[in-house]
């Protein structure tokens, strides 16, 4: 829970939802990228973030479909020499009769011709994606997180969905009702969501993002 910052006010659906973080770009030689692994590898990441909000390396040695601690660090951190970085905003539609907000990206290239560049292809497949909000818990809210390959979110610093690996679509998702005995989330208290996101192979890129959440704050 985050205390000391005022937790959004409840206020009529707008017709959007903004979420802020950051993307960096690797290049398709880096130890994870274009690995011939193929499917869902769970447990590459500890069930609680780090310090710094950022996703801890489980293994002591690698996993399925990655090469180690060392090299994982480099997908959330800026690693002069390996990785660019710039902010990004993801912007969450409200759908048509209903209070869910949602991005549904079947082609999710968000720095072609950026950073390091395409590497001669038509698009920028090898990058991350990490996206920090802040939402009042007030009952009910669902949350859907969708695409390839790896897909984390972390609901008050707890793993909440783990669909790591380099994959095809997966999607999960989390109605918070059912955490808050787990998580100890108290209604009208304000809690972190944090999303993590990895591009690893070329042959394509998707994200959806859905939400019943109507507002995020930045209270840091």
Same mark, same amino acid.
């Given at each position: 829970?985050?205390?000391?910052?005022?937790?959004?006010?409840?206020?009529?659906?707008?017709?959007?939802?903004?979420?802020?973080?950051?993307?960096?770009?690797?290049?398709?030689?880096?130890?994870?990228?274009?690995?011939?692994?193929?499917?869902?590898?769970?447990?590459?990441?500890l069930p609680t973030l780090g310090a710094d909000r950022t996703p801890v390396y489980a293994s002591a040695t690698t996993t399925p479909s990655t090469r180690g601690g060392r090299a994982f660090a480099q997908w959330f951190h800026?690693?002069?020499?390996?990785? !660019?970085?710039?902010?990004? @905003?993801? &912007?969450? #539609?409200?759908?048509?009769?209903?209070?869910?907000?949602?991005? *549904? /990206? +079947?082609?999710?290239?968000?720095?072609?011709?950026?950073?390091?560049?395409?590497?001669?292809?038509?698009?920028?497949?090898?990058?991350? !994606?990490?996206?920090?909000? @802040?939402? &009042?818990? #007030?009952?009910?809210?669902?949350?859907?997180?969708?695409?390839? *390959? /790896? +897909?984390?979110?972390?609901?008050?610093?707890?793993?909440?969905?783990?669909?790591?690996?380099?994959?095809?679509?997966?999607?999960?998702?989390?109605?918070?009702?059912?955490?808050?005995?787990?998580?100890?989330?108290?209604?009208?208290?304000?809690?972190?969501? *944090?999303?993590?996101?990895?591009?690893?192979?070329?042959?394509?890129?998707?994200?959806?993002?859905?939400?019943?959440?109507?507002?995020?704050?930045?209270?840091?």
């Amino acid at each position: 829970m985050f205390t000391g910052c005022t937790a959004p006010r409840p206020r009529p659906p707008g017709a959007s939802v903004t979420l802020r973080g950051t993307v960096r770009d690797l290049r398709d030689t880096h130890p994870d990228m274009e690995l011939p692994v193929f499917g869902v590898d769970r447990g590459i990441v500890l069930p609680t973030l780090g310090a710094d909000r950022t996703p801890v390396y489980a293994s002591a040695t690698t996993t399925p479909s990655t090469r180690g601690g060392r090299a994982f660090a480099q997908w959330f951190h800026d690693a002069p020499g390996v990785n !660019l970085a710039r902010p990004i @905003e993801l &912007t969450l #539609r409200r759908e048509s009769d209903s209070l869910t907000y949602s991005l *549904d /990206d +079947l082609e999710f290239f968000p720095i072609d011709g950026q950073l390091l560049g395409n590497e001669g292809r038509a698009h920028n497949y090898h990058f991350t !994606l990490e996206v920090h909000g @802040e939402f &009042t818990y #007030r009952g009910g809210e669902v949350f859907t997180f969708a695409g390839d *390959d /790896d +897909l984390w979110a972390f609901l008050a610093g707890r793993l909440v969905i783990d669909l790591g690996g380099v994959h095809s679509r997966e999607s999960e998702t989390v109605r918070l009702d059912t955490f808050a005995p787990v998580l100890g989330l108290t209604r009208g208290n304000v809690y972190a969501l *944090d999303l993590f996101f990895a591009e690893r192979h070329t042959t394509g890129s998707t994200l959806r993002i859905a939400t019943t959440i109507a507002s995020f704050d930045a209270c840091r």
